[in-house]
């Protein structure tokens, strides 16, 4: 491949690159003004809605009660650790005198 062949298909691949380029920034662009448009209703109504209050007020309960399940075993999981570390400081403690 010569140097005018090598500078040709420069040119022809910074082209492709800026039309590509062109064309990206048109679909963002649109993109965004899409999502400048909608209103607060249609935001709104991307949220999920319940359709059984009762069915709702059940799930936040059950959510509540696996957090706070969550939170005694995590507590639980400490404790452990603090009394596992405190033993083994013990036990090499009690091989010294004895050792």
């Given at each position: 491949?010569?140097?005018i062949d090598r500078e ?16 990206t920034d048109e679909m ?72």
């Amino acid at each position: 491949m010569n140097d005018i062949d090598r500078e040709r298909m420069r040119r022809e691949m910074e082209d492709a690159a800026g039309r590509a380029a062109k064309k990206t920034d048109e679909m963002l662009e649109d993109e965004l003004n899409t999502l400048l448009e909608a209103t607060r209703v249609d935001l709104e109504d991307l949220i999920p809605k319940p359709t059984d209050e009762a069915e709702y007020k059940r799930l936040i309960e059950i959510v509540e009660e696996a957090s706070h399940q969550n939170n005694k075993v995590a507590f639980l999981k400490d404790k452990i650790e603090e009394v596992g570390s405190s033993m083994i400081g013990i036990a090499k403690k009690a091989a010294k005198i004895l050792g």
